[in-house]
């Protein structure tokens, strides 16, 4: 069965340090994986995700993540932190006709 | 605004009554999916449909619930005979395409209480 863990329950970082927000993932055949945000008193939306291709790939607000098969892990990436992205981050897998939702990671950027 | 809409944004409920949510998907979406969000935790999937077809359900989910998606259109959600472990956000999504590979755009959800 697939599965996501996010084993940070919440990351300290200042604004204008890189940050990076951790995710493991465990799916059978080829991995879809998504990261999510949900700011407060907003919905969920899409920030990126992985299909196929090139490991490193960009989404929006600056935000990159990191797919490394061996390590089956889909790290978030920003080079620069603002206090904006302080949020509630979520990976995701698709696997089995269902998308999984890891618990989340809240970021918190201090100015 | 052409996102995903959820009617009503907050309902409470006491404990043993029905409620039902509605959810309005972006019109050209073929997908859409219901999940439930509690404190602390990430959605967990309840079910999906692809068109009119509900094509997956958690086997999580009590029988006490159940969603349609007449015509491809909007979706309900029916909760029969509350129970207070109901109490969570419900959130819609939708996507495009015949796989996993689209993101899915979420509505705002319906807060449920039950008393």
């Known amino acids: 069965a697939q599965s996501v863990a996010q084993p940070e329950d919440q990351v300290n970082v200042a604004e204008g340090n890189p940050l990076t927000v951790k995710c493991t993932y465990s799916v059978s055949g080829n991995p879809y994986l998504f990261w999510y945000v949900q700011y407060p008193n907003r919905g969920l939306q899409f920030l990126l995700k992985y299909i196929t291709g090139d490991n490193l790939v960009k989404g929006s607000y600056g935000f990159e993540a990191e797919f490394n098969k061996s390590q089956t892990s889909f790290h978030l990436k920003k080079p620069s932190a603002l206090v904006s992205d302080s949020a509630l981050y979520f990976c995701a897998v698709f696997g089995g006709f269902k998308t999984i939702f890891g618990a989340g990671t809240r970021l918190f950027v201090k100015a | 605004d052409t996102g995903v809409s959820q009617d009503p944004r907050h309902k409470i409920t006491k404990r043993g009554q029905n409620v039902t949510f509605r959810c309005d998907p972006i019109?050209?979406?073929?997908?859409l999916y219901w999940y439930r969000q509690t404190l602390g935790q990430g959605p967990e999937f309840l079910t999906y449909f692809q068109n009119e077809a509900q094509l997956e359900k958690s086997r999580l989910l009590s029988d006490r619930f159940s969603a349609e998606r007449p015509k491809g259109s909007f979706s309900t959600l029916e909760i029969q005979r509350t129970e207070q472990g109901d109490s969570a956000m419900y959130l819609c999504?939708?996507?495009?395409?015949?796989?996993?590979?689209?993101?899915?755009?979420f509505g705002p959800g319906t807060r449920l209480t039950v008393t």
């Open positions: 019109s050209e979406h073929n997908r």
């Open positions: 999504a939708s996507s495009f395409g015949l796989a996993g590979a689209y993101e899915q755009y």
